[in-house]
């Protein structure tokens, strides 16, 4: 006998991710999930963003990692709530794991929640967590050619900041290449340079935030 | 690495649809995976014949159905088939590079074959 299915195999992700976006848009709370390689520069990213739209925007992190919460005390010692969740091996944040975040947090008097995702180019961009903006970060030393070898994360995200400029002196990194990689995978991409290093880029960053994300 | 959690997530709907149907012992499952997407069906393989063990789909044949991706091209409105290799590309009619996938994305378990 066949029994037709027609089931979507990540079903428990998507509706836990549909209930994370209504919880969120009825309190009107932005959610941005940040999707990036290992030390591409993620939290150092939410360190400038924090420090650059404080003033005006109330936030709040979560912090995805399979173990420890270096990241996570990173955060809470600039006085910003900061959700640790360690995998434990998963490779990724799930919708689930998000939601048990969120009961956490002050949500109604919160304007952004920055989810650091797990450093990993590939799996993240598979599970949608329920977020309102996506954005990916590539470091310099990572290489031109990432969009071309890891397309999926590229094409899903609103913005892809280009990190530790000032390393560009000492790295082959084609800048042109890699936007015209970029344009083609992801025409509407905000593309950003920044460099958490020097701080150059970073008003833009924020700027983008404030203006396209909350 | 993240095909554990998927494998897991399809045999738990393959249990329920089971179930529902009134029982019996799956032979074959139907896998749907787009080729945008980044699941590897080894891995699902490889998870599926431990977790599998034990329940009424132990054993069981998985079957993957590739499906190619489509896009939809926003300069021309026609449609065409990138295929797997080719990544970044502009419609082969017009050269326009605003194009949408419409399918490649697809994760999905199409049928279950059960047997009394
Ligand atoms: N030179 C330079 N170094 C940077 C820059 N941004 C970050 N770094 C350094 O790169 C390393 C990794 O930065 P993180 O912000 O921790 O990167 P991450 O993506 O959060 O890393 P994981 O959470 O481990 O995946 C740290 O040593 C940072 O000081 C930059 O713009 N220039
Ligand atoms: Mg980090
Ligand atoms: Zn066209």
């Given at each position: 006998m066949k029994i037709e299915v027609k089931k979507n195999v990540l079903q428990n992700n998507d509706l836990a991710a549909a209930r994370n976006r209504s919880r969120l848009a009825g309190k009107r709370t932005a959610m941005l999930n940040l999707m990036a390689a290992p030390g591409a520069g993620k939290t150092s990213a939410i360190i400038k963003a924090i420090e650059g739209t404080r003033d005006s925007r109330a936030l709040a992190v979560i912090e995805g990692d399979i173990t420890s919460e270096v990241d996570s005390l990173a955060i809470e010692a600039l006085g910003i709530?900061?959700?640790?969740?360690?995998?434990?091996?998963?490779?990724?944040l799930t919708a689930s794991m998000i939601g048990a975040a969120l009961d956490h947090l002050d949500l109604d008097n919160l304007d952004l929640i920055i989810v650091e995702n797990v450093g990993n180019l590939v799996c993240p961009a598979e599970f949608d967590l329920g977020e309102s903006a996506r954005v990916t970060i590539s470091s310099v030393a990572e290489g031109h050619d990432k969009p071309l070898k890891y397309p999926l994360v590229f094409r899903e995200v609103d913005a892809v900041v280009i990190n530790k400029t000032d390393l560009m002196p000492y790295c082959d990194f084609d800048l042109a290449f890699f936007r015209d990689?970029?344009?083609?995978?992801?025409?509407?991409a905000h593309v950003l340079r920044m460099s958490c290093r020097d701080g150059s880029g970073s008003e833009e960053w924020c700027r983008w935030l404030m203006n396209s994300v909350v | 690495m993240h095909e554990?959690?998927?494998?897991?997530?399809?045999?738990e709907i393959v249990k329920a649809e089971v179930r529902q149907a009134g029982g019996g012992r799956v032979s074959m499952i139907t896998v749907v995976i787009g080729e945008l997407t980044s699941f590897a069906s080894e891995s699902i393989e490889f998870y599926f014949e431990t977790l599998a063990r034990g329940t009424v789909a132990e054993g069981a044949w998985l079957e993957f159905r590739p499906l190619e991706a489509i896009a939809s091209c926003g300069g021309c409105g026609g449609s065409f088939t990138p295929g797997p290799r080719h990544v970044l590309l502009v419609c082969p009619d017009c050269?326009?590079?605003?194009?949408?996938?419409?399918?490649?994305?697809?994760?999905?378990?199409?049928?279950?074959e059960v047997s009394a």
């Open positions: 709530p900061a959700i640790q969740i360690n995998t434990g091996g998963s490779c990724h990689a970029v344009e083609r995978l992801n025409p509407d | 554990y959690a998927v494998t897991e997530s399809i045999l050269g326009s590079a605003a194009y949408d996938f419409v399918q490649g994305k697809e994760f999905y378990i199409e049928s279950i």
